[in-house]
């Protein structure tokens, strides 16, 4: 290839030094073909250069609609989230939240915990979406063929009385393999501690310390405000919605910055 450029640089480096070309002749091809070598370098880099970021935006815009479009996930979401009264919420400064009120005028708030909020989360940084915590066995009765099979989402349930009471009733929760496990429940303050960000603690009882008639109450008391067999389900499926929508966005941001 860079014989070919030094036939045509020749002849112009043999014009510019006119009568004295015997003599510079050597070094001005020397220099032109050294910089023809350097452009042609240039060009094929802008081109390959070019070549990856339209490849790069086709692959974005691909994935981006892809993402997007209804799917058997979105349809099964939106139905289990009509047909049991929660509503979803989900944007960068709540994260995922789904809420409902109860025929009681209770109104129920459910915070799920995703990665961003697993590691913040001093007590639960064993905890991992959709990964089972390390050292733990699965639970009794997950089939092996359960879809669910390696489900690990925590969860809080939030049940106020509006202006009836300044408290709430807390249960911390973790769905696993498709199951609603109940760890902690507690009775705080309705809202956050402006310096902490946290609810003040009245009384918290571990879950499986309860007397078995007690469980069985409370699980009862959340079966009848829709936490039931669906909600492990619709836990799993909002979590996969936020993954996506986060997805998204910084796909669009990085569109956005290579045009």
Not at 15 to 23: C, D, I, P, S, Y
Not at 191 to 200: C, R
Not at 201 to 220: G, S
Request: aromatic letters at 6%; a negative charge; one cysteine or more.
């Amino acid at each position: 290839m860079l014989a070919r450029g030094v036939k045509r640089v020749l002849p112009v480096a043999a014009r510019t030094v006119g009568a004295k070309v015997h003599r510079t002749a050597p070094r001005a091809a020397t220099s032109a073909v050294a910089s023809a070598a350097h452009l042609r370098s240039n060009f094929l880099g802008s081109i390959r250069n070019y070549s990856a970021r339209q490849e790069l935006l086709q692959h974005l815009n691909q994935t981006i609609a892809e993402e997007n479009a209804p799917n058997d996930e979105t349809a099964e979401l939106d139905q289990l989230l009509a047909t049991n009264g929660w509503k979803l919420k989900l944007d960068a400064s709540t994260g995922v939240m789904l809420t409902r009120f109860s025929s009681d005028g209770e109104e129920i708030v459910v915070r799920v915990f995703t990665e961003e909020d697993m590691e913040h989360d001093e007590d639960h940084h064993h905890h991992h979406h959709h990964e089972e915590a390390a050292g733990e066995a699965a639970e009794e009765g997950a089939a092996e063929d359960n879809p669910m099979a390696g489900q690990n989402d925590r969860f809080e349930i939030s049940v106020t009385l509006g202006t009836r009471s300044d408290k709430a009733l807390r249960f911390d929760c973790v769905a696993k393999d498709g199951v609603i496990f109940i760890r902690r429940i507690g009775v705080t303050s309705a809202q956050n501690d402006p310096i902490d960000g946290k609810p003040k603690v009245h009384a918290v009882m571990q879950f499986d310390e309860l007397p078995e008639q007690t469980q069985t109450l409370m699980e009862n008391y959340l079966m009848e405000r829709s936490v039931n067999q669906d909600f492990a389900r619709i836990v799993f499926l909002a979590l996969n919605r936020h993954d996506s929508k986060s997805f998204v966005n910084w796909m669009n941001h990085v569109n956005t910055f290579l045009h």
